[in-house]
């Protein structure tokens, strides 16, 4: 039994950052209905890499999920998803602020069909403000967050992440807020509307950078590899050609690593003892560290770290991931038999559980899988259904 069986989430969302949310809920439980426009499947069935002309991808983000193709735009499709919501707990839409209010499904509507129903609305810039209607992705949010500025080498351009990095911090807010008001609603009784813009969660991940702009006049630079905070922190290259990552976060573990590589003279230097004191000779620290690397293999590297106790990984690719026995015990990544692959690999869920374990139960299905079944679900006979189908409502 998953933590969250008995509860039904609908995904109307399209591209990362809604879906990701709803697929975190699924992965425990819930009862994720996503729904597809008829002739315009969600977007993200069409990035990144496919096989045999479908989206992998949408395996992973689809995962746990039945989908209905429907259009909301049309009537037909609006009475379904007003059926729908009577007997769900979540609603997670992406649509700019007031479609749905055009299609006569914003929250006031769908509360007074379902007091109890959570309407988690996922969009670039948040609900009102200057920005509110504009198209915002991800992208846009790495870019306004500062993590753009404060990214890549000092004298290189600002840098944007390969791959929908503020989508996956606002999916995973996301179904945290959700479960919030989940909680509230045993209290009130009610549920309740979710404002989030997407700008916003990544800006809790990038430190205290308006506190220390507020406060200090701080504008944080571009450090490359390094970091702002502590020294040694960077990658280094092995006399094998690999390339290996230290961290020196906690000051016992900074002292380790000078130590290891020959240096234990540093430990007494007044600077040493705070991060921002290392930082400020972080020239002196990185030629110590990365030299004595560059005399070794990467093997003898990370066996001489874990034997002092120091903090040290490996610079991996997917290939590196695919064989590595930490994340084999971890079981990681899980295969799955699959209608339209045979089988497909994804990613298990984020975390284990003790009592109530989550669970990846199948890949992302074809485009508009279970639209007969949902509808069926909520009364519509097999001729409703038809009609449906053939006034394009549906698919």
């Known amino acids: ?20 949310a709803a697929m975190l809920l699924g992965d425990f439980g819930a009862d994720v209905v996503k729904i597809e426009h008829p002739r315009r499947p969600d977007p ?39 059926r729908l919501a009577v007997e769900s707990d979540v609603l997670v839409e992406n649509f700019r ?3 749905l209010e055009r299609w006569n499904l914003g929250p006031e509507v769908l509360h007074e069909l379902n007091p109890r129903l959570v309407v988690a609305r996922m969009t670039g810039f948040g609900q009102f403000g200057p920005m509110a209607s504009r198209p915002g992705f991800g992208t846009l949010a790495e870019a306004m967050s500062g993590f753009a ?14 791959l929908a990095m503020a989508d996956g911090i606002a999916g995973l807010a996301m179904s ?12 009130t ?11 916003e969660p990544i800006l809790g991940l990038l430190g205290p950078q308006m506190t220390a702009y507020k406060e ?17 922190r960077n990658t280094y290259r092995t006399r094998d050609g690999r390339w290996l990552a230290i961290s020196t976060s906690a000051q016992s573990i900074a002292e380790r690593v000078v130590t290891l590589v020959g240096r234990a003279d540093l430990v007494a230097e007044p600077w040493f003892a705070t991060g921002s004191g290392r930082v400020a000779h972080v020239e002196e620290l990185d030629a110590a560290v990365g030299s004595w690397i560059a005399e070794r293999d990467a093997e003898e590297v990370i066996a001489r770290f874990e034997e002092a106790q120091a903090a040290v990984a490996p610079i991996y690719n997917v290939k590196d991931i695919a064989v590595d026995t930490q994340y084999e015990a971890l079981n990681t990544f899980v295969e799955l038999p699959d209608e339209e692959l045979g089988s497909v690999t994804v990613q298990n869920v984020l975390f284990r559980l003790s009592e109530t374990p989550g669970e990846v139960r ?34």
Do not use: C
């Not at 200090?216 to 020294?231: C, D, E, I």
């Open 97 to 99: 602020p007031g479609t």
């Open 44 to 82: 993200a069935r069409g990035h990144g890499p496919s096989s045999r002309g479908v989206g992998l991808w949408w395996k992973t983000l689809g995962r746990n999920k039945r989908t209905a193709a429907v259009d909301l735009s049309q009537p037909g499709g609006q009475e379904i998803l007003r």
């Open 1 to 20: 039994m998953g933590a969250l069986d008995g509860i039904r989430v609908i995904d109307a969302a399209t591209l990362f950052a809604g879906p990701s």
């Open 216 to 232: 200090l006049g701080v504008v944080p630079p571009r450090t490359g590899n390094r970091s702002s905070s502590n020294a040694p």
């Open 176 to 187: 945290y807020a959700i479960m919030v008001a989940l909680h509230a609603r045993e209290a």
């Open 362 to 395: 199948w890949a992302g299905p074809p485009h508009g899988r279970h639209t007969e079944e949902i509808l069926g679900e909520l009364g519509y006979a097999a001729e409703a259904v038809a009609t449906l189908r053939a006034d394009g409502v549906i698919a």
């Open 149 to 162: 500025a404060m990214t890549g080498e000092p004298d290189g351009p600002p840098t944007l992440p390969p």
């Open 189 to 199: 009784g009610r549920g309740q509307v979710i404002d989030m813009a997407i700008i």
